[in-house]
Nanobody, 123 residues
Framework: VQLQASGGGLVQAGDSLRLSCAAS????????MGWFRQAPGKEREFVAS????????DYADSVKGRFSISRDNAKNAAYLQMSSLKPEDTAVYSC?????????????????WGQGTLVTVSS
């Protein structure tokens, strides 16, 4: 399984950014997808998740109303649209594939991880 996250970069507070996650060597549509982030000196935290058919999405309170997760099973891809970015959103963002039949937010229950893409938000 390979997950490739992309789309990170340096932006100013209030800007928008769209992250992409391309999956390969996996039956993508069978698994919930999640985005997580890790800021320097902090633990990894949940950002957003989406079920296999996009019927449900979940968000961390800190990003609700600003971030939107989506997926395209035909393209084996997931996305994270980030708006109204804040300096505290600065982190390495990683996409992950959940264990089969898992639909929660615990990173320990995500079995495959991408390498991450750095998002830096300046004030």
């Amino acid at each position: 399984v390979q997950l490739q996250a992309s789309g990170g970069g340096l932006v100013q507070a209030g800007d928008s950014l769209r992250l992409s996650c391309a999956a390969s060597r996996i039956t993508f549509s069978r698994y919930q997808m999640g985005w997580f982030r890790q800021a320097p000196g902090k633990e990894r935290e949940f950002v957003a998740s989406i079920t296999q058919t996009s019927s449900r999405t979940d968000y961390a309170d800190s990003v609700k109303g600003r971030f939107s997760i989506s997926r395209d099973n035909a393209k084996n891809a997931a996305y994270l649209q980030m708006s109204s970015l804040k300096p505290e959103d600065t982190a390495v963002y990683s996409c992950a594939v959940a264990n089969l039949y898992y639909s929660g937010t615990d990173p320990r229950m995500y079995k495959y991880w991408g390498q991450g893409t750095l998002v830096t938000v300046s004030s």
